[in-house]
């Protein structure tokens, strides 16, 4: 599914109108207050983080990261390349040179240079505007400048994202060979049906993380990245954010570049439900996460629900950051 379907209702084919009509219905606008930076991220409280704590029962942890470095996906679209790392000094220096430090000492340093956003990361409420608003009503301007987002940064939930993490592998449940193709729009049935498949325990409520496995990046490790980073991907519906919106998930992150289905369901559109549920409902979005190993032993036990710990770096001001989630079961 590539556009939007004539025969779907619920879907206006006239973009703008369909995400005022969409935004209006999933708003989280007020909420917690005008002052409030959270969005989702309200949902997920003390006994959230005990809820999750609890799950934990083996002690086997996961990283859900991909790799930061110059092997990536990303090929400078939007000016987003690869992370750079580089050496300020080495085990060379150390052992032949002459590093100015007494009785022997020797050490090594690095730096790294990556768009905030160029592996696995978090989205934050920053990220996306619509009509040059910003999330909670702000006006963009006041909230991002020059200076970074002076209100929202993704600092405010640097101690809040651990809790309760639920996977659907929705590429295991409904796709071949356990992925699903490019182009794919995962709709609500989609996920209720993934969710009846690996049962009861998959649900997912209010104050959950939402890992949703496409199976796209499998794909891109076996095949080559291509165009993992922007092109064609597998990813969620339009018609999916009044489900977002019902089930007062904390956030959701996916193993795509996106989120969301690309191209997108609207001629000539460009990412709407980031429009929607950014700026909107104030939900925070995990891309290009890595849930392969998860995913195998979720399959082989049976159990898709886990602690998940999934802090971002905090970057004071960053509208992104990475992340080194980890799931422990």
């Known amino acids: 599914m590539s556009q939007v379907d004539s025969s779907n209702s619920s879907l206006n084919s006239d973009v703008e ?72 000094a080495t085990g060379l220096d150390a052992e032949f040179g002459a590093q100015g430090l007494p009785h022997g000492w020797g050490g090594a340093d690095d730096y790294i240079v990556t768009p905030l956003q160029a592996s696995t990361q978090w989205d934050g409420l920053g990220h996306v505007f619509d009509h040059g608003e910003a999330y909670n009503g702000r006006r963009a301007s006041q909230v991002v400048t020059s200076d970074g987002d002076l209100v929202t940064g993704i600092e405010t939930v640097a101690d809040r994202i651990a809790g309760r993490g639920v996977l659907l ?52 490790r076996r095949d080559g990245w291509g165009t993992y980073a922007g092109g ?16 007062e998930i904390a956030g ?49 036990d049976g159990i898709y629900e886990f602690f998940l710990t999934a802090a971002p770096l905090p970057v004071t001001g960053a509208v992104g950051a990475p992340v080194n989630p980890v799931a422990i079961k």
């Open 17 to 88: 109108v369909a995400i005022a009509e969409m935004a209006s219905r999933v708003s989280n606008r007020g909420r917690w207050g005008a002052e409030d930076v959270l969005g989702t991220m309200n949902f997920l409280n003390d006994d959230k983080r005990r809820e999750g704590a609890g799950l934990v029962r083996r002690g086997a942890a996961f990283s859900l990261a991909q790799g930061f470095n110059s092997d990536g996906p990303q090929t400078g679209w939007r000016q987003r390349n690869n992370p750079v790392h580089t050496m300020l």
């Open 169 to 220: 592998d929705v590429g295991r449940a409904i796709g071949s060979d356990g992925e699903l193709t490019d182009g794919y729009a995962i709709t609500v049935d989609d996920l209720e049906r993934t969710i009846d498949l690996q049962g009861e325990r998959s649900a997912v409520g209010r104050g959950d993380i939402m890992l949703v496995r496409t199976g796209q990046l499998s794909r891109a």
């Open 252 to 300: 959701v992150a996916t193993d795509t570049w996106g989120f969301e289905v690309r191209p997108n369901e609207f001629p000539d559109a460009f990412q709407p439900l980031h429009q929607v549920v950014i700026p909107h409902m104030g939900l925070f979005i995990g891309e290009m996460w890595d849930f392969d190993k998860l995913a195998e032993d979720c399959a082989a």
């Open 232 to 247: 064609a991907a597998p990813g969620l519906s339009f018609t999916t954010a009044e489900w977002l919106h019902g089930r």
